[in-house]
């Protein structure tokens, strides 16, 4: 009997903490189950139609979501349009994909007018899109309304392509998240791309004394030259993923072990003592406790996505995504 009891009591702790993954300052699963009911199937098919002509829109939603929480919270601030918005900083320039977000909030504007927030179909989305590169799914909490305040100035809290690993922690912290959440929400850049400006220093004028970034493996070395020579143009876009990129898995990880990663940022995971045991137990090396990225990144991924959201009176459902009512 007692031990019938501690098994109970145990799966349902274990229930409460999962829920709990799932549900944060007043978002939850299902939110629109009885308001909108096909909510989240309208964002699902949508994000396949445009994913089958345009698969680059995964990477694209994920980084846009990402940047969206960093700034003003998981509010839909990123989607507006604006001379000084968060859209026309130099961060998100070369961002695309927000004609996916305006497809779904068009056709839910249609079944469920004034209902659905535009954070919301973001938040559903990015979930969508990954899955559709073989990532994990997970149940995405919602219910965030939209913000109505939008500046570039507020980009200055993501982190940067040469951000060295303290500094990186500290913003995730500023945000609630852990080193590992920071180690897992990086490792999205298995599906990602970088423009050549952002790395290509590392294999052309690193320092005053060093061409070459000595973090690199010499093999890899000469491809990023080809692909980005000294000179050449600074908008063409390389993979994050050698050797896989568009699908997510754990290559990026392995690629940080070989001194493959591309932006400096990446790299120094695996230098750097705090996060290197993490990208190993993502890697599943031997003597450590193994850690399922799927699993983990979706944790993240919900923890990321309760940042600084607005729920009940605060902020709106806008209309159109890229305008406040």
């Given at each position: 009997m007692g031990t019938f009891t501690h098994a109970a009591i145990v799966s349902v702790l274990m229930l409460t903490m999962a829920a709990t993954m799932v549900q944060g300052q007043g978002t939850r699963v299902g939110f629109y189950s009885s308001s909108c009911p096909r909510a989240e199937t309208i964002v699902r098919s949508t994000v396949q139609t445009h994913f089958r002509s345009d698969s680059t829109i995964a990477p694209n939603l994920l980084r846009m979501h990402f940047h969206d929480c960093f700034v003003e919270g998981c509010d839909?601030?990123?989607?507006?349009?604006?001379?000084?918005?968060?859209?026309?900083?130099?961060?998100n320039l070369n961002l695309k994909g927000y004609d996916v977000i305006d497809d779904a909030k068009t056709q839910l504007e249609a079944a469920c007018p004034g209902v659905v927030s535009c954070a919301d179909i973001l938040a559903l989305a990015t979930r969508d899109a990954v899955v559709l590169t073989n990532g994990p799914s997970w149940q995405v909490p919602t219910g965030r309304r939209d913000g109505r305040v939008s500046q570039a100035s507020g980009t200055s809290s993501l982190p940067g392509p040469r951000e060295s690993v303290d500094s990186q922690k500290q913003k995730f912290t500023a945000k609630g998240l852990n080193t590992q959440d920071l180690v897992a929400l990086v490792g999205g850049h298995t599906i990602g791309?970088?423009?050549?400006?952002?790395?290509?220093?590392?294999v052309n004028s690193f320092n005053?004394?060093?061409?070459?970034?000595?973090?690199?493996?010499?093999a890899f070395v000469s491809q990023l030259q080809a692909q980005c020579p000294a000179g050449g143009n600074a908008?063409?876009?390389?993979?994050?993923?050698?050797?896989?990129?568009?699908?997510?898995?754990?290559?990026?990880?392995?690629?940080?072990?070989?001194?493959?990663?591309?932006l400096q940022s990446d790299q120094l995971l695996w230098?750097?003592?705090?996060?290197?045991?993490?990208?190993?137990?993502?890697?599943?090396?031997?003597?450590?406790?193994?850690?399922?990225?799927?699993?983990?990144?979706?944790?993240?991924?919900?923890?990321?996505?309760?940042?600084?959201?607005?729920?009940?009176?605060?902020g709106e459902i806008r209309r159109v995504c890229s305008a406040v009512n």
């Open positions: 839909g601030s990123i989607l507006l349009d604006g001379a000084s918005s968060e859209k026309s900083s130099g961060a791309t970088a423009s050549c400006g952002t790395f290509s220093f590392r005053t004394t060093t061409q070459v970034d000595p973090s690199i493996d010499p908008a063409t876009r390389v993979g994050l993923d050698t050797g896989s990129t568009g699908r997510f898995d754990t290559s990026f990880f392995n690629n940080l072990r070989n001194g493959r990663g591309v230098s750097d003592a705090s996060t290197r045991p993490i990208v190993q137990r993502f890697l599943g090396v031997r003597g450590l406790a193994a850690l399922n990225f799927n699993v983990e990144f979706g944790r993240s991924m919900v923890k990321m996505s309760n940042i600084g959201v607005k729920t009940g009176t605060n």
